[in-house]
Structure formats: structure tokens, C-alpha cells
């Protein structure tokens, strides 16, 4: 029996209420302003693919349910897998896959899978541009792979001839991005394709940066053969916070049989999770993946049909590049890719006497209740600012948002920044402990 009384915080109702209300006020998302975090891809998403995905048939459904009693979700599944295919140019896709990386993951043990089978167990080298994101050398490391890094030019882009010194009998396949971490589209992407080839390896293409390239080009008609996408980037899931995503890998005929289970299959009509595949790596997650995930997904590549879905990457490369050309060029001239345009992205960098201007006028942005671009990646690029405003801003936002940037700059090479920001609930940030997270500890 207890002997004192608890120590519960006495507060009335309406004082918890102004507690958690002042709280959701600390917070940032896209319904309260432009998030444009390059590589990111934070785009709005509609509320009927949120709706759809918390309807009752959806959150009831139990992954040990008899198939006959989820044929309709099985089928969306089946449909969800035809339209990826059809996006991407792939024979076909597995689902199941939670994020990126760890579609990225899938594609590499594919990969290895398949060469062991052709009895080419030496080639043990991948190739990895050295724009690429990280999780792309790391994931073929963790595949056991050697990771080889190929040069990008003085523009950013991967050329053929560079490809070309490093293939050999070594090399199972290379991971190419496009278009890449700079915003620009690989012009020789299909020599390279050809160059890899030819050397005996396989094409992985890193779908993250899909945003850009809907119902405009298929990475299965560039000659790859695996692929990932990031359903939580490019098709209407909210990734803030790192909540539930999918990245479900695709392939190319060849490589089909080595997809990791389960597959959706609907021969007849009868829609069911088929875990008899020839050859395949394996399950990698449990059931179908985030299935609230491939839901959103499905209802957004429905609500907007093909025509749709290549005026999202029309609107998100016309951002891009209005906002890129609003911003004065003396204050943030691009290293990379002189006279291209830009893809879903543009990369500048901060021109100032001092470095750290790329994170100054990071929080100056935070001052004016904006978000700030990516800072400092990709890190080829010095003092980088990295802006992706997608296919979902106005014009007046985009317009805000450049004037904001250069009116902050004039205020860094004045001087008259200060010590940023002012206005925040939180000041100062242990930048140091925040990029090392091992050494993070969370104080209240
Ligand atoms: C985001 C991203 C990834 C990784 O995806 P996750 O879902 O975060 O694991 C891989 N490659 C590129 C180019 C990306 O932008």
C-alpha cells in the first residue's frame, strides 16, 4: 500500500493543454511553411492518400489474416507493384523493403547473388561516384562489397572515360544517382551504363532523386537493372522525424527471380504473398513492409494518373531552377555545373570572408520562422546550401524565400547578422554532439 501520496504534477486541464499546445508550436513541417531540405524531397502531401491510409479495412488488417479475407488490399499491392514497374521501366518490384538504404541493401545482395550464379565470384568491386549519398558506399560495404570511387569532373557529372579506367574483371556493378546530389542529370548516364556493361557488372540505379524524373525518362530504358525508390520522398509519405518509409527495389528480367520475398502475385484474380521465389536473397523485413506506406503511395499515383505524375516532376524542376536563378548570383555562385540546369535541386554555395556563412544564414532563415536548405553537402561543394522547394510551393513562397536569402546574405557580408538566431526556442545548438550521435545524450 503506498504511504505518501504520488507526486503527480498537480495542473489543471487547461494548464497541460497551453503545455503540449506551446509545444507543437516549437515544431516545423511543411503545413507551416516551405521545407526545402535537398535531398530530401519534403514535399506536401495530400490529405486523402493520409486519409485513405488510417481508413478502417486498412488499420484493422492483420498481417497473419487469411489471404482470402485482405484480397482487396492484396490487389492494390499487385497494382502498386505494376505501376512502379511501369514508372521505373523494371519487370518487377518487391515491396517489402523499408527505406533507401535498405533498398539499396537488397539491390547489392541481388546483385552478388546473381554473379555468384554465373560462377563470377571474384568480382567483389563496386563502383560509387564520389557525389553519391552515403548510404550508397555503405550499403555495398555492408554487402561485402570493395568500394571503388569514381570521380566526378570539374562540373559534378560522372563521364564515361572516368568509368571506363576503373571497370575490370573485379567489378560486380556500380550505384549511379540521377540525377545526382548536385541536381544534375548524367549526360553520358547511358555510356556509362554501356562501359559497365560491357566490363561484365550490373547497373544499380539509386531512385531518390525520382522527383525529378517521372513520366519524363525510366532508368530501365538507361540500361539499368535494379533499382530502388523512396516511396516516403517521391510518393506522398511524410518522412520528417524518420517515421515508417518503404524503398522497394525493382528489376529488370534478369534479375527478378532474386528479389527478396515476398512478392505479390495474382495470377486468376487470386491475389497472394508468394514467398516461393526461384532464387531469392530473402525477406528483409516482415510481410509486405509498411503497408500504410505503399498505401499513400498507390492513392497518390492514382489520384494523379500518369499525366499527373510527370507535371509533379515538371513543377518540382521549374521550382528548382526559379528559385535557383532568383537568388543573386555574386552571393551564391554554384561550383558545379556552369550553364546546365538544374534537375529537383540546385546546389550553391554561401560566398563570404569567413567560413560557417553557409550555416549563418542557415539560422537567419530559422529567424524569419523559414526552414533552412541542407547545409553542407554534398561535400564536394564548399560552404553548400542545398535547395529543393518541389513541385508543392506557390510562387509568392518561392519568391519570399529567395528575398529572404538575399537579404540575409547582405546582412552576413555587413556584418550585422550577429550572433543567430534570436528568435528561436532553442539557441544554441551542440552542433558537434548532433553530428556524432553516438556521443548524444537527450537532456530535458
Ligand atoms: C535519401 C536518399 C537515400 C537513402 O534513403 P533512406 O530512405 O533515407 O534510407 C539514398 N540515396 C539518395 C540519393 C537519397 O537522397
Known amino acids: 500500500m503506498r504511504r505518501e501520496g504520488s507526486k503527480l ?30 535531398s530530401c524531397t519534403m ?120 568509368v571506363r579506367k576503373l571497370a575490370s574483371e573485379k567489378t560486380a556493378g556500380m550505384m549511379f544517382t540521377v540525377p545526382n546530389t548536385l541536381g544534375l542529370f548524367e549526360t553520358e548516364v547511358a555510356e556509362i551504363s554501356e562501359e559497365v556493361h560491357r566490363a ?55 534479375l527478378e ?28 523485413k516482415g510481410f509486405v513492409g509498411n503497408s500504410a506506406v505503399l498505401l499513400r503511395a498507390y492513392a497518390y499515383i492514382r489520384l494523379l494518373g500518369a499525366s499527373g505524375l510527370s507535371d509533379v516532376s515538371s513543377l518540382a524542376v521549374l521550382a528548382a531552377n526559379y528559385l535557383w536563378r532568383s537568388l ?18 540546385a546546389v550553391v554555395s554561401v560566398k563570404s570572408e569567413f567560413p560557417g556563412g553557409a550555416m549563418k544564414l542557415a539560422k537567419a532563415l530559422l529567424d524569419r520562422g523559414m526552414h533552412s536548405p541542407t547545409v553542407y553537402f554534398p561535400l564536394i561543394v564548399s560552404e553548400a546550401l542545398m535547395i529543393e522547394p518541389t513541385e508543392s510551393e506557390p510562387l509568392e513562397v518561392l519568391d519570399e524565400y529567395a528575398r529572404a536569402l538575399n537579404e540575409a546574405h547582405r546582412a552576413l557580408v555587413a556584418g550585422e547578422l550577429g550572433d543567430v538566431p534570436h528568435n528561436t526556442s532553442v539557441g544554441k545548438v551542440d552542433e558537434v554532439k548532433a553530428s556524432h550521435p553516438a556521443t548524444l545524450k537527450v537532456h530535458w
Open 200 to 254: 561484365g557488372g550490373l547497373m544499380y540505379f539509386d531512385g531518390a532523386n525520382m522527383n525529378a524524373l517521372l513520366g519524363k525518362s525510366r532508368p530501365g530504358d538507361m540500361g539499368f537493372d535494379v533499382v530502388h525508390l523512396n516511396l516516403h520522398k517521391t510518393f506522398a509519405t511524410p518522412h520528417g522525424g524518420g517515421g515508417p518509409g518503404a524503398g522497394p527495389v525493382g528489376a529488370s528480367k534478369r
Open 43 to 162: 514535399k506536401y502531401n495530400p490529405k486523402v492518400s493520409e486519409a485513405i491510409a488510417a481508413s478502417d479495412g486498412m488499420r484493422n488488417a492483420h498481417p497473419l489474416q487469411h489471404e482470402e479475407t485482405v484480397q482487396g488490399l492484396l490487389g492494390i499491392f499487385y497494382d502498386l507493384e505494376r505501376a512502379l514497374s511501369e514508372i521505373t521501366g523494371m519487370s518487377r518490384f518487391s515491396l517489402s523493403t523499408a527505406a533507401g538504404a535498405q533498398g539499396e541493401f537488397a539491390g547489392v545482395l541481388m546483385i552478388r547473388k546473381y554473379l555468384d550464379d554465373q560462377g563470377s565470384r571474384e568480382r567483389d568491386e563496386i563502383l560509387v561516384p564520389d557525389s553519391a549519398h552515403g548510404t550508397n558506399p555503405a550499403s555495398a560495404a555492408m554487402a561485402g562489397f570493395r568500394v571503388v570511387k569514381v570521380p566526378s569532373d570539374s562540373q559534378g557529372l560522372v563521364r564515361a572515360s572516368a
Open 9 to 38: 504534477p498537480e495542473l489543471s486541464e487547461l494548464q497541460v493543454l497551453r503545455h503540449f499546445n506551446r509545444l507543437s508550436q516549437m515544431n516545423f513541417s511543411v503545413e507551416l511553411g516551405m521545407y526545402p531540405l535537398g
Open 328 to 345: 543573386d548570383p555574386e552571393a551564391f555562385p554554384v561550383s558545379h555545373g556552369k550553364g546546365l540546369r538544374r534537375k529537383h535541386e
Open 257 to 284: 527471380k532474386y528479389l527478396p520475398v515476398p512478392l505479390v502475385s495474382g495470377e486468376g484474380g487470386r491475389f497472394a504473398l508468394d514467398y516461393d521465389v526461384e532464387r531469392t536473397i530473402g525477406p528483409l
